[in-house]
């Protein structure tokens, strides 16, 4: 087994435990963690799919690798808007809960 | 190849505290180094700029963005806590996630041997492009598209949150303000770190052409850099309407879209560079896009307006 | 000469490891905040500074060396800036508290 199957199997893993936890917490930044482990996993299959593909003098396919690159940063802007999102949330159910109570 | 197994055990058992975790700080911890911990197997899999990346961007700045937020939510802490699933939603969750991993390694089982590869295609064809670098080649040159969107995205992003802000702070100021305490070791820290970091994050920048590295990364370490600051208090968030803001945010894409219409005349194609010329207009386009791609990363940590503005 | 510096290295690095583990295991068991901070000093100060010392062994040129040691400085700077604001949480007024 070669480093790369490996690092696939890791990658399994890692995007069933992130789908376990975005199924069973409640809490909404728990589940953005998850979703950001689910993404970790994805990235890392691409990693693994890059490294077979080790040819012509480089270490890794260079495509997947420009993907993946592409792909942390919107994850991450997606996870920035996710953040803000659940900040305002939590901001107007609060707001709303002490409206209904004064 | 025992070295591995070990890496691999270690990320496996680091993700699973994060999902198992009671408490959302702790689980934000190992959020966090779970991403080194990823940094480092990227490593392993040969792909040092996807490594840098994932450091800087998928640990460190999601790092501070979901810390913030676990204080905050913390401090603001809903009465009516969410039920927890039931036990017999636990376990169809656990054999869904169990089934969707043994079909993705199995996968990993079936992938076809040999791997087909577009390297030596972007071997061909790096000596055109004048880089050294062949992901920076493949980012700037072969998919550039592909990072025209990426940058767009992020400035969607940042519209989007800006939307967030509440009616009477609109085109205000992001995050509170912090005071400046000149002997506290925080400021101290900042004073002395933030030169080195605007010059790391400047070499990572400029190094990306022939090495690992690039304008992501660099400009990951520029914004981590304002961030430190604006938590010692030395500098404080502009309002989010201000010109020459929205102008520095602007200019990167502007620039990457003018060179890419302007490749119509030049070379027959959107985006395409004229042979003997491609590296000078990758570096036009790399300049303004490394300012405002850490402008926007900068703003996008620092949330949507609180303050109103004066 | 190429075996005694392989030698001194593995020995470096894993005496820095060691330091980690003790600091690792005083982050565990150690009852106040500011005693596990003490421990969390040890692996920041002396344990990545043995494991530097074993890579300078093996450094590939100069500037590589150089690198490993301003890493190690920049841990330094980050751990006792960390280390004295969590100090400053854990008792806010100050010393004999």
């Known amino acids: 087994m070669s480093a790369a199957t490996l690092y696939g199997f890791c990658a399994a893993v890692l995007v069933g435990l992130g789908l376990f936890g975005l199924l069973a917490h409640p809490q909404p930044l728990r589940k953005i963690l998850a979703f950001n482990l689910i993404g970790g996993g994805v990235f890392l299959l691409f990693g693994a799919v890059a490294r077979r593909g080790a040819a012509a003098g480089f270490g890794g396919d260079p495509v997947p690798q420009a993907l993946v690159i592409t792909g942390l940063v919107v994850a991450f802007a997606a996870t920035a808007l996710a953040v803000a999102l659940l900040l305002r949330l939590m901001v107007a159910a609060s707001q709303a809960g002490s409206r209904s109570d004064g | 190849m025992s070295f591995d197994i070990g890496l691999t055990l270690l990320v496996l058992a680091v993700a699973a505290w994060t999902i198992a975790a009671r408490e959302t700080f702790v689980a934000v911890v190992g959020f966090v180094a779970y991403g080194l911990l990823l940094a480092f197997v990227w490593v392993r899999l040969a792909a040092p700029d996807v490594a840098l990346t994932e450091a800087a961007l998928g640990s460190g700045l999601t790092g501070g963005l979901l810390i913030g937020a676990s204080s905050r939510l913390r401090r603001s802490q809903s009465p009516a806590a969410e039920e927890a699933p039931g036990v017999v939603l636990k376990a169809a969750a656990a054999v869904l996630s169990i089934l969707v991993s043994a079909g993705l390694a199995a996968i990993v089982l079936l992938l076809p041997d040999p791997a087909p590869t577009l390297a030596p295609q972007a071997a061909a064809s790096i000596a055109a492009t004048g880089l050294g670098n062949p992901v920076t080649a493949v980012l700037m040159a072969y998919r550039a598209i592909d990072t025209l969107l990426e940058i767009v995205v992020l400035l969607l992003a940042l519209v989007g949150i800006w939307s967030l802000a509440a009616d009477r702070d609109w085109g205000g100021r992001p995050d509170r303000r912090v005071s400046t305490d000149p002997v506290s070791v925080l400021t101290f820290v900042a004073q002395l770190l933030v030169p080195v970091g605007i010059l790391v994050g400047i070499h990572i920048f400029w190094v990306g052409s022939v090495a690992p590295g690039g304008e992501f990364q660099g400009a990951t370490t520029l914004a981590a850099m304002w961030i430190l600051a604006s938590m010692a208090g030395l500098v404080d968030a502009p309002a989010v309407t201000r010109r020459w803001l929205r102008l520095v945010l602007v200019i990167g894409p502007a620039v990457f879209l003018a060179i890419g219409l302007a490749g119509f005349a030049l070379a027959g194609a959107f985006l395409a560079y004229p042979e003997s010329h491609a590296k000078l207009l990758i570096l036009i386009i790399e300049i303004p896009v490394t300012l405002a791609i850490a402008a926007t990363l900068a703003l996008l940590v620092a949330g949507p307006p609180e303050r109103a503005q004066r | ?97």
């Open chain 3, 1 to 97: 000469m190429s075996l005694v510096l392989n030698v001194l290295s593995v020995l470096a690095v894993c005496a820095g490891a060691f330091f980690f583990l003790a600091g690792t295991v005083g982050l565990l068991r150690f009852h106040d905040p500011l005693c596990r901070l003490h421990a969390l000093t040890k692996a920041d100060n002396i344990g990545l500074g043995l494991v530097v010392i074993g890579l300078l062994f093996r450094a590939a040129s100069p500037l590589t060396a150089l690198k490993h040691v301003g890493v190690w400085l920049l841990v330094l700077l980050a751990g006792a800036t960390v280390t004295q604001l969590i100090a400053h949480i854990a008792r806010p007024s100050g010393p004999r508290a």
